[in-house]
């Protein structure tokens, strides 16, 4: 992709940075700015981004319009490039506090164009992740869909993003007033039956068809990957592009909605891994005739996945069957049935523990590696290779070995986190007990403390992992998540060892 710029190619080196520090394509980040930024209205810049503009009423300042609680707020995050500057000029202390004498000396470097792109894109990816956090956007993002959701949390706080998605927020008349005036205001109203809040939602996708344009910034020459996308509430989103298959299909989060009509009466909430059996897409809308156990009804289809390989479905199927068995984290090792549940575990690898087994010294005994061997072992035949055993240390240690040497009977190989993304079905490897173990050390050592999950959902920037022996209180199967960075690979400074990469689908 070549980068296309015009009249705003004196912003180039900022927008390759932000790209190279947020890994959004420059594109997707121009289209953001080039909606929010005032442009020059005259001479021979005219239509450039006006790095020096001042919104006198809301106090909104540089290119991409700052506000000043917003730009102190964000000179105070460790790892942000305005936290870096501000210390180096003494504006922001050890503490990543704003020195309170050198707050309007900060609030100037808004007007630094560098710095207001790069905080511009920084600050929308942390919003993607709060966004990804709150389980309303889909899996398969692409840097223009990302650009989107950018600038609805620029637009509405990334609270708002997420009231506006799940469809919980309400909108009324003075709402829209404020974007509009009063004739568009009523023409969306009116379009909308009647319906505020409706109409408030109509304007704002509308606009950000209107606004939010990376193929502008792109050569001819170059690829465009925007796909139509329409924000809508109650869902993470709809995509215009080709329709999931008719057929068997799972549920990829937890209390889906399954309806009898679009946005109509709940029939009741579905779960992760639920199974359902796709009759149609209603229109290009979001929603999906279902069937769930013989029920007719729809649903919303971003959180819908066709099946996948079935060594790996299987996999998942038995985690997600261990997590209900557990109540879904709401038990302890120590009471029953869940003791006897960690004893059938251990037994499958030849050992004789309950969930309630102390070591001599008193230490309990962990039993989060007898989980995913239990687990790995139930997803059939095509797992029989893998090394079973009571620390994950050894399954790893062997899954990076297999790597190596290309071993094909293996059914997991290890990288490292930036080499491969996170996929339902991988195991991911870590470090407990304040342990700093790396992935070097585990090639080479198969005896240390650690710890892994399974992953079940991948979401926006959130991968989902099930586990054993974890969890709040005493000792359950527990659902936790790991950060994914814009690259949708797992985040750095997560102590994480290893990915290691199910490949049983493969095995001969």
């Not at 796909?227 to 869902?235: F, I, Q, R, W």
């Not at 679009?262 to 069937?291: E, F, H, K, M, N």
């Not at 240690?397 to 986190?417: G, M, S």
Request: hydrophobic share 40%; with cysteine; charged share 20%.
């Amino acid at each position: 992709m070549t980068l296309k710029l015009g009249v705003n190619e004196t912003y180039r080196t900022g927008l390759e940075m932000a790209q190279q520090l947020t890994g959004i394509e420059a594109s997707a980040l121009a289209a953001v700015i080039d909606a929010e930024a005032a442009k020059i209205n005259s001479g021979a810049s005219k239509g450039m981004w006006d790095k020096s503009s001042f919104n006198e009423g809301s106090g909104a300042a540089g290119l991409t319009q700052f506000l000043a609680n917003t730009w102190v707020g964000h000179a105070q995050i460790p790892g942000h490039l305005l936290n870096s500057r501000g210390k180096e000029a003494g504006l922001v202390n050890s503490s990543n506090k704003v020195v309170s004498s050198k707050k309007d000396d900060l609030l100037k470097l808004r007007f630094d164009p560098t710095l207001s792109i790069v905080s511009a894109a920084e600050y929308g990816s942390d919003n993607l992740k709060i966004l990804a956090h709150a389980s309303v956007l889909p899996a398969d993002l692409t840097d223009d869909k990302r650009a989107r959701f950018i600038y609805l949390a620029h637009h509405e706080g990334a609270g708002g993003a997420t009231g506006f998605l799940r469809g919980t927020k309400i909108y009324t008349r003075a709402n829209l007033l404020l974007q509009v005036g009063a004739n568009t205001a009523d023409k969306y109203i009116n379009k909308c039956g009647g319906d505020a809040s409706a109409a408030y939602r109509m304007w704002l996708n509308d606009y950000i068809d209107e606004k939010i344009v990376p193929s502008k910034f792109r050569d001819t020459g170059s690829v465009a990957v925007a796909t139509s996308v329409t924000v809508h509430a109650g869902s993470a989103i709809s995509l215009g592009g080709e329709a999931l298959p008719t057929g068997r299909a799972y549920v990829t989060t937890e209390g889906l909605n399954f309806r009898k009509s679009p946005d109509g009466q709940i029939i009741r909430s579905l779960t992760l891994g639920d199974p359902v059996t796709i009759a149609g897409r209603i229109g290009d809308t979001r929603w999906y005739d279902v069937d769930v156990a013989g029920t007719t009804g729809v649903v919303s289809g971003a959180y819908l996945r066709p099946p996948i390989a079935a060594p790996k479905e299987a996999l998942f199927a038995k985690v997600i069957a261990e997590w209900t068995r557990f109540n879904k984290g709401h038990s302890s090792e120590e009471d029953q049935p869940y003791d006897g549940y960690v004893h059938e575990m251990w037994q499958a690898i030849a050992l004789n523990y309950w969930g309630h087994s102390t070591y001599p010294d008193g230490r309990d005994v962990p039993w989060s590696a007898a989980f995913v061997s239990w687990v790995v072992r139930k997803g059939g035949a095509k797992y029989a290779a893998f090394k079973f055993n009571a620390s994950h240390s050894v399954f790893s240690n062997d899954a990076i070995r297999a790597r190596v040497v290309e071993q094909e009977n293996k059914p997991y190989w290890a990288y490292r986190i930036q080499e491969q993304r996170p996929e339902i079905g991988d195991i991911i490897h870590r470090n407990r007990s304040g342990g700093t173990f790396s992935y070097e050390y585990a090639e080479n050592h198969a005896n240390f403390e650690s710890h892994s999950d399974v992953v079940v959902e991948v979401r926006g920037l959130v991968a989902r992992v099930i586990g054993g022996n974890t969890g709040p209180g005493q000792g359950t199967v527990y659902m936790h998540e790991y950060d994914l960075d814009s690259s949708v690979f797992l985040k750095t400074g997560q102590l994480i060892i290893a990915i290691l990469k199910n490949r049983a689908n493969q095995v001969p």
